[in-house]
């Protein structure tokens, strides 16, 4: 049975590693040899943070010599990133694991290490940061949203309760119903976001113009704080589109944010829907959004760098520059296209595609 053991974890498909209470490698399997570069000879007796980059020893002595070989808890799945001997990063996915021995005492740890590829890696921390992002922008759209009303509210008690002798009947029904305005601002505010944020990571189709409905909504205080006049011409009766985790409304959340950061002494903002024909394949049916603001543009040279992470023009504290970046991930994923046409002190036109849904077509 114990030859049968050994022979299984030495061939295993993932690399494993035992080691002992302070941390000294008492065993590696073939693959555990490929994955970091040494070899068993090499490795055995020396210290596990040769396989440890710098800046995750901090990591490793927590969950290692804490959470497993102290506590003796599995931690399963973890992803991060280790060093080969060639001085190599490599991307892993470790599940770590207490040895111990007849007694029940922690006598060291087993890691199991399978490798990400590096895409694996990158795209799991992307989405898990875009995520972040998301719910923080639309937290911050919310709270812009809030904000205003909330304050006109607070505002109108306030002025009542001081001079509650001097108003009529008339006037407190007028303040009464302002106030009752600006709760109702609030109110969709809050259901808006709520709503989206319960719905699931499903697939489900979608008429585009209702999300630019939710938009405008969302944007409606600050577009309006900023005297910015919005002007809609969306087209009846649009193919749906196939939306997936309801993550469009961050597209036009986004592009939309953009536009009015863009018109600092008020503007025009216009929305556009209607239906063109993909020019590659006649049969299917794009729905196309163009979204025009009349700011003060992106000069030639810096328009090329508007979707790469990070590039902001704006104050620190203002823009984080992964606006657009997380705009360009969801059109992929919808399988959309995004162009941006703009010129210096005229305006910024952003166009939209999106393959529409043939009629009946199956929600896959
Ligand atoms: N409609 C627009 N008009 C003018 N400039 C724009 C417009 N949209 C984008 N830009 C330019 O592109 C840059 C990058 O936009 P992006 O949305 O990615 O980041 P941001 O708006 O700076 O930050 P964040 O979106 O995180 O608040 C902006 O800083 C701005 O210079
Ligand atoms: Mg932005």
Do not use: W
């Amino acid at each position: 049975m114990n030859e049968y053991m050994d022979d299984l974890v030495e061939n295993a498909g993932d690399g494993i590693i035992s080691i002992s209470r302070d941390g000294t490698i008492m065993s590696m399997n073939r693959s555990a040899e490929d994955i970091f570069g040494y070899s068993r000879s090499e490795a055995i007796g020396q210290d596990i943070d040769i396989i440890v980059p710098q800046d995750k020893l901090v990591d490793v002595k927590e969950l290692l010599l804490g959470k497993v070989i102290s506590n003796g808890e599995v931690i399963r799945g973890f992803e991060t990133e280790r060093i080969r001997k060639d001085g190599k990063k490599v991307a892993v996915n470790v599940t770590i694991s207490p040895i111990r021995d007849k007694s029940g005492s922690v006598v060291g740890a087993s890691g199991i290490f399978r490798t990400l590829t590096e895409e694996e890696f990158m795209r799991k921390r992307i989405t898990q940061f875009d995520k972040l992002i998301s719910v923080g922008k639309l937290a911050a759209e919310l709270a812009h949203q809030v904000n205003s009303p909330l304050g006109a509210v607070v505002g109108r008690i306030q002025l009542i309760l001081k001079n509650i002798d001097k108003f009529d009947k008339e006037m407190l029904r007028n303040n009464l119903k302002q106030m009752m305005t600006g709760c109702d601002h609030i109110q969709t505010a809050i259901g808006s976001l709520l709503d989206y944020s319960r719905r699931v990571a499903g697939r489900k189709p979608v008429d585009i113009n209702t999300v630019i409905e939710d938009a405008l909504i969302m944007m409606s205080t600050r577009l309006m704080l900023k005297k910015i006049s919005v002007h809609k011409s969306l087209t009846k009766n649009l193919p749906e589109i196939m939306e997936v985790g309801s993550e469009l409304i961050h597209v036009f959340v986004s592009i939309m944010s953009n536009a009015i950061d863009a018109m600092d002494k008020g503007g025009r903002l216009e929305v556009i829907t209607d239906v063109v024909k993909d020019p590659k394949n006649s049969s299917v049916s794009k729905v196309r959004i163009t979204i025009m603001d009349t700011g003060h543009g992106i000069s030639e040279q810096n328009i090329e760098k508007i979707f790469t992470p990070f590039y902001t023009t704006k104050d620190e504290g203002k823009g984080t520059g992964l606006g657009l970046p997380i705009v360009k991930r969801i059109i992929k994923i919808h399988k959309g296209d995004i162009d941006v046409l703009s010129k210096v002190n005229q305006g910024t036109s952003v166009i939209l595609s999106f393959p529409g849904l043939i009629d009946d077509e199956e929600a896959i």
